[in-house]
């Protein structure tokens, strides 16, 4: 297993355009997060998958933004219509559930610009 | 609701030197801490982490942290950096039912030689 993947990198767009990423887990991880780091940001908390199960989203997450993870195991976030403001690091991670044990582990990110 | 403040936003040291990259949280339960480093354009790595018990924690690539209750800190504290520490660290909270992190602002570390 070589950790958490994300797909694209990088991703340039244009203003008003609908973008995808997508998250490789930790097999085994039931958990998923998304968060996005802006630059000198520490990254913010998204949203957070339990499965398959959509548990919470944060206020950050406009309507523009939706988030699936249907089988439980790759998850993708989409936003419809970029603005400017969305330009990020999108980050995802991954935990098993397991106690207070646990940690998250992260992939190398998707960096969005919008033009 | 909880939150995090790191007070530096850059720490400048030269090599061999010791460090302190400071932490402060806000809670009104319990927590667990974390830092992270972030090497430029990657994701997060764990550095350490404490969740109970002794208050002084060892993380990887020689940093600790002590957690003080009383002063609602976790500092991280390294006794000699290396070149290869340069790097932005960040300090952060988690939720006890779902791991969700809240992180602060970060501290970005230069070591220079």
């Known amino acids: 297993d070589t950790g958490v993947s994300q797909d694209p990198r990088h991703k340039i767009t244009k203003r008003g355009q609908n973008v995808t990423f997508r998250c490789d887990p930790i097999s085994e991880h039931n958990r998923l997060y998304w968060y996005r780091q802006t630059l000198g940001q520490g990254p913010e908390f998204l949203t957070y998958f339990q499965n398959e199960a959509q548990l919470e989203k944060s206020r950050l997450l406009s309507d523009r933004f939706s988030a699936e993870r249907p089988k439980g195991s790759f998850s993708t976030l989409e936003i419809q219509r970029t603005e400017q403001g969305d330009s990020a690091m999108y980050l995802c991670?991954?935990?098993?559930?397991?106690?207070?044990?646990?940690?998250?582990?992260f992939g190398q990110g998707t960096r969005l610009t919008v033009v | 609701a909880q939150s995090v403040t790191q007070l530096d936003s850059q720490v400048p040291v030269f090599e061999e030197a010791p460090v302190e990259l400071r932490c402060n949280y806000s809670s009104s339960v319990s927590v667990y801490l974390f830092w992270y480093v972030q090497y430029p354009n990657q994701g997060l790595q764990l550095l350490l982490k404490y969740l109970s018990g002794s208050t002084l924690v060892k993380g990887i690539n020689g940093f600790e942290a002590e957690f003080n209750k009383s002063q609602t800190s976790f500092h991280l504290r390294k006794p000699s950096v290396h070149i290869s520490d340069t790097a932005e660290y960040f300090c952060a909270v988690s939720d006890y039912n779902t791991d969700k992190l809240i992180f602060g602002t970060g501290t970005r570390l230069q070591v220079f030689p």
């Open positions: 991670a991954s935990s098993l559930e397991k106690g207070p044990n646990t940690e998250a582990f």
